[in-house]
Each structure stands twice: as structure tokens, then as C-alpha cells.
């Protein structure tokens, strides 16, 4: 088992930027893909980022050159730095670590932290 806890959310103006955290503790050592997604209001969860070991880091694509996640292995920490931040990007973000077990790829999550961009 994997827990992810993040941090950081919160109300801001549009134009600005926001800094969120996640920590996992746990069964760390099975994990091989970090990331952030989030879910709109009435809509589905999508990626914003997420940064598999020893591979490359994707974004998607409308927050490509505004956001960008930094990843600490020996922490087993991974934030996400938004900037330029819009009104479309109001959401529930989640933290999201993929776990290696056995065989078996699991899916762990974080319990979401608002982001809310105000116009």
C-alpha cells in the first residue's frame, strides 16, 4: 500500500501561479510512475503530468508549457508548479503513483486538493 497526501491547493487569481505537494510514504519502493491528475467540475479526471521512472515526463496538453512537476525520489516527494494559471484549470487536483506488485501494476491515489482560478 501506497498513501499519497497532498498539499498546497487553494483560491487564486487568474494569471498567478500555484504550488502543489504531494508525499507518499508507505510501499515506496514498488512505485514507478508519479503524476498529477484532475478533475473539472462535471467532468472526467484527466492527466496533467505524470513522470515514469527511468522514462520521460508527459504533460497534457493544455497546460504544456505552464505547469511543470518536479519530482524528489529521495523524499518520495512530487510537486506541481502551475503557472499562468486560468480559469479552466479549476479543479480537484490528485496525486497519483503507479505500484509495482508482483506482476501487477496498481493504481494508488490522494484524496484531491482544490484548485479553484478565479477570473
Known amino acids: 500500500q501506497v498513501q499519497l497526501v497532498e498539499s498546497g491547493g487553494g483560491l487564486v487569481q487568474a494569471g498567478r501561479s500555484l504550488r502543489l505537494s504531494c508525499a507518499a510514504s508507505g510501499n515506496v519502493l514498488g512505485i514507478n510512475a508519479m503524476g498529477w491528475y484532475r478533475q473539472p467540475p462535471g467532468s472526467r479526471r484527466e492527466m496533467v503530468a505524470l513522470d515514469v521512472n527511468g522514462g520521460k515526463t508527459t504533460y497534457g496538453d493544455s497546460v504544456m508549457g505552464r505547469f511543470t512537476i518536479s519530482r524528489d525520489n529521495a523524499k518520495n516527494t512530487i510537486d506541481l508548479q502551475m503557472n499562468r494559471l486560468e480559469a479552466e484549470d479549476t479543479a480537484t487536483y490528485y496525486c497519483?503513483?503507479?505500484?509495482?506488485?508482483?506482476?501487477?501494476?496498481?493504481?494508488?491515489w490522494g484524496q484531491g486538493t482544490q484548485v479553484t482560478v478565479s477570473s
Open positions: 497519483y503513483a503507479r505500484v509495482r506488485r508482483g506482476l501487477v501494476n496498481y493504481d494508488s
